[in-house]
């Protein structure tokens, strides 16, 4: 029997650590009673790994808040039963307990991974004495051992010079060792059970993988069972034991991750895993290249750099060169897509291909005109023909706008049509992107975000671009909503010939979209291939360590050994 099999065989016979049955969960609002969870049940045996998926407002992070006793002061269970084993005795029922009673075992018995370290962490107190303080706060060191203990959690959650580290305050840390800072005050009790809500959605894959290898070690180290939150299904594959598939409040799919990956039985479940890239299988999102214009290419970069001038230290100011060196060609009709790490200067190269920031030295040709130092007529033309896509489409559109003006504001802007003409131009568009028309009257803050992001397209679109650079326009959606975006984009560029600039961290969603991948890391441009030559051979061993941080290929690795065996 393999270890998996005997592990899922003990844990069936095991009483549960975590029980809930019939849970329903409300919230007030100036509309009356909002349902959240609907007749909500499951169980997290010893040692178990149950990943809780679904959209955002499927309910889930609703769910892990009011097992901890969480819920903001407009939220309620409203019937059902959670209930927490304990050492020795009977399980404790948590539904109805005071606050009071909940600090008892928060921390205590259950640890908690919150989704943004930089909202969570104390940015005016040291990270040493945040650890010491949820030591202190549970009677495990007193005021003089806690700052030493804390030191050591720090050691143990995985943060490089701990004693350093305990020093400092989280704006001096990157995201991921904040997060290692979460996880140190999540096991300084060494609670039975930790519940992880979307831990690292904010990381990039490949300071998410050592994440979240690192609470995998953790936990199976000490036994400790984690019900895991999270909207990606690559993550929950690749780490679960279980997974259940949450929407509109309700549990639709409970089962071991084979069998709902394998077999799903709800249609929800069906669409969130055929959405989901990173499960997808190899070939599948390879595209064929794209042709190349008898005209030359439409964008050429040729030894592009970017210096950033850095604060005076003992009367010298040195740079920090965010752009060295690169060179790239995109033609009519090509997704080029750049990926790397945060830092790695893509976002950057993007900003200087459209001008909107000079670059130090190089050249930047736009259908084989240099417009390194264009200005007056000559910029505003370009801008007429390049547009952006933002990551965050509620930042990005104006709250006070309606959709109409949003994607009427270009042609305002370069006064293109009559007022009538722009109108008609809007609704147009909004169709174009599969909006009713009935859109422009809204405003941003009345749409979803994936309806956000399609009208942010759609005025991108406005002044009919040659090229439109995108950066990390779907990380910020839902699995399914980001699937819709994506093909949505592609039925664009078959239709008009539109040259995309991608930029994005994802790997998984770079394979269905690229034509060719450039990889960056530290300003640099390591290598530029055609997609399925990338994904098959890397050349680069950052390459190969960005491709196996792929959320999902660890659960497909599995499967496929699986099925040879």
């Known amino acids: 029997m393999s270890e998996h099999a005997s592990k899922s065989s003990a844990q069936s016979v095991a009483e549960p650590l975590l029980r809930v049955e019939g849970l329903d969960v409300s919230y007030r609002t100036t509309g009356g009673s909002l349902s959240a969870v609907r007749g909500a049940s499951l169980t997290v045996a010893p040692g178990e790994v149950v990943a809780i998926?679904?959209?955002?407002?499927?309910?889930?992070t609703t769910l892990a808040q009011a097992v901890i006793g969480l819920l903001p002061a407009n939220g309620s269970v409203d019937g059902g039963s959670i209930r927490l084993a304990r050492q020795q005795g009977p399980a404790e029922e948590l539904a109805g307990l005071s606050e009071k009673a909940f600090r008892s075992i928060r921390g205590r018995r259950i640890g908690l991974i919150p989704q943004d370290p930089t909202v969570s962490l104390n940015p005016v107190q040291?990270?040493?004495?945040q650890v010491a303080e949820a030591l202190?706060?549970?009677g495990l060191a007193d005021r003089r051992r806690a700052p030493i203990d804390a030191v050591e959690l720090l050691a143990r959650a995985g943060l490089p010079e701990p004693q350093v580290r305990a020093g400092q305050y989280p704006h001096e840390l990157s995201g991921g060792m904040r997060q290692r800072?979460?996880?140190?005050?999540a096991i300084a009790a060494s609670?039975?059970?930790?519940?992880a809500d979307e831990p690292t959605s904010a990381l990039d894959a490949t300071v998410q993988r050592r994440i979240l290898d690192h609470i995998e070690h953790l936990t199976r180290e000490s036994g400790t069972s984690v019900l895991l939150i999270t909207h990606d299904l690559g993550v929950a594959a690749d780490r679960a034991d279980r997974i259940l598939v949450m929407s509109g409040g309700r549990i639709v799919e409970d089962g071991p991750v084979a069998a709902i990956?394998?077999?799903?039985?709800d249609p929800y479940t069906q669409t969130l895993i055929a959405s989901a890239p990173g499960l997808r299988p190899p070939c599948a999102d390879t595209r064929a290249p794209a042709p190349v214009s008898a005209h030359g290419p439409l964008v050429e970069v040729r030894n592009l750099v970017k210096?950033?001038?850095l604060p005076r230290v003992n009367g010298s100011r040195g740079v920090l060169r965010a752009v060295d060196e690169v060179s790239f060609t995109i033609h009519r009709g090509e997704t080029l897509a750049l990926v790397g790490e945060s830092g790695s200067g893509k976002s950057t190269t993007a900003r200087l291909v459209l001008r909107l920031a000079d670059p130090t030295a190089g050249q930047v040709l736009f259908d084989g005109t240099d417009i390194t130092t264009a200005k007056g007529s000559a910029w505003r033309a370009l801008r007429r023909r390049a547009q952006l896509v933002y990551q965050n489409p509620y930042a990005s559109l104006d709250p006070k706008f309606s959709v109409e003006e949003v994607v009427t504001e270009p042609l305002r802007a370069f006064q293109v049509g009559s007022a009538a003409e722009q109108r008609r131009r809007a609704a147009d568009l909004v169709e174009k992107v599969a909006l009713p028309v009935s859109v422009l009257a809204r405003r941003p803050v009345e749409l979803s975000g994936g309806q956000r992001q399609r009208v942010a397209i759609a005025r991108a679109l406005a002044l009919s671009p040659d090229l439109v650079v995108c950066d990390e326009p779907v990380s910020a959606l839902d699995v399914s909503v980001q699937s819709q975006v994506l093909d949505l984009l592609g039925e664009l560029q078959a239709e008009a010939g539109l040259a995309y600039l991608f930029i994005s961290h994802d790997l998984a969603v770079v394979r269905r979209?690229?034509?060719r991948v450039g990889v960056m890391r530290d300003g640099r441009l390591l290598e530029l291939r055609p997609t399925e030559e990338l994904f098959d051979a890397p050349g680069e061993d950052y390459t190969r360590e960005l491709l196996a941080a792929i959320a999902g290929r660890r659960h497909s690795a599995q499967t496929l050994e699986a099925g040879t065996s």
């Open 307 to 309: 210096d950033f001038p």
């Open 126 to 129: 040291k990270i040493g004495a």
């Open 53 to 60: 998926v679904g959209e955002s407002g499927s309910g889930k």
């Open 261 to 265: 990956l394998g077999s799903p039985s």
């Open 191 to 195: 609670p039975r059970l930790l519940i």
């Open 513 to 515: 979209v690229a034509h």
């Open 181 to 185: 800072v979460l996880i140190a005050i």
């Open 136 to 138: 202190r706060v549970h």
